[in-house]
């Protein structure tokens, strides 16, 4: 299992981002994404999941009505577009997936909401 994330990057407040993340190594059309992000001295926290199937979406409260996340099972590809951004959204932000009952990560990718 392969995830890699793309996009982040500096941004100012109320600005958009539009996160990547590439799968590769499992049936990618199978399995629930999820995005997290973690900020510096928290911990990780669930910021958005869409289902496999019909593509049902949940989204972490603070999240909600400013994040959306979408999937193209045709590019193996999961995304976060991010709009009216506040510095507390700067984290890393990773792609997850569980596969067989074990977690998988990218790398992450670094967002920073500053002016």
């Known amino acids: 299992v392969q995830l890699v994330e793309s996009g982040g990057g500096l941004v100012q407040p109320g600005g958009s981002l539009r996160l990547s993340c590439a799968a590769s190594?499992?049936?990618?059309?199978?399995?629930?994404m999820s995005w997290y992000r973690q900020a510096p001295g928290k911990g990780r926290e669930l910021v958005a999941t869409?289902?496999?199937?019909?593509?049902?979406?949940v989204y972490a409260d603070s999240m909600k009505g400013r994040f959306t996340i979408s999937r193209d099972n045709a590019k193996n590809t999961v995304y976060l577009q991010m709009s009216s951004l506040k510095p507390e959204d700067t984290a890393v932000y990773y792609c997850?997936?569980?596969?067989?009952?074990?977690?998988?990560w990218g790398q992450g990718t670094q967002v920073t909401v500053s002016s």
């Open positions: 190594g499992f049936t990618f059309s199978s399995y629930a």
């Open positions: 869409i289902t496999s199937s019909i593509g049902s979406t």
């Open positions: 997850g997936v569980a596969v067989r009952r074990r977690d998988y």
